[in-house]
């Protein structure tokens, strides 16, 4: 009986969603995207799991750009549905580096990594 409280108690939990840092994060690559002329749409939300998950999409297309999402254990997945395109991760920063260093249209990613010096320095 215990063993079943106890799983009933794991799977009953929420993860926490996308914390100002991610966001601000996310919201570096989507400026980098549209300096590079991508006009980006953001869509975000839960999954049945309580993880957390975020598509860029292009505006003009409605094509989806790359599909983001932090996993129970802290661990950062993107990827680019139909594309055998991915990789994850222990940090957001690297993932998108590593993601967006390998993306054709955007080439490396930055700005993240200076969005998480400058949010360090405040805290």
């Known amino acids: ?13 929420q993860s926490i969603d996308w914390s100002l840092l991610e966001l601000s994060i996310f ?3 989507e400026k980098t995207l549209e ?12 999954t049945d799991e309580g993880d957390p998950w ?16 932090r996993l129970g254990g802290g661990k950062y997945v993107a ?19 590593d993601f967006f260093s390998t993306w054709p249209r ?7 990594r200076v969005a998480v010096h400058s949010e360090k320095s405040r805290i």
């Not at 975020?54 to 999402?69: K, P, R």
């Not at 990827?79 to 580096?97: I, K, R, S, Y």
């Not at 955007?106 to 993240?112: F, Q, R």
């Open 54 to 69: 975020l598509v860029f999409c292009d505006a003009d297309t409605s094509n989806v750009l790359c599909h983001f999402a």
């Open 27 to 29: 919201r570096a690559a």
């Open 79 to 97: 990827c680019v549905p139909f594309e055998n395109v991915g990789t994850t991760g222990a940090a957001l920063t690297d993932v998108l580096d």
């Open 1 to 13: 009986m215990s063993r079943n409280s106890g799983r009933a108690k794991r799977c009953g939990e």
């Open 106 to 112: 955007a080439g490396m990613l930055c700005t993240s």
């Open 35 to 46: 300096l590079q002329g991508v006009h980006v749409e953001v869509e975000s939300g839960m």
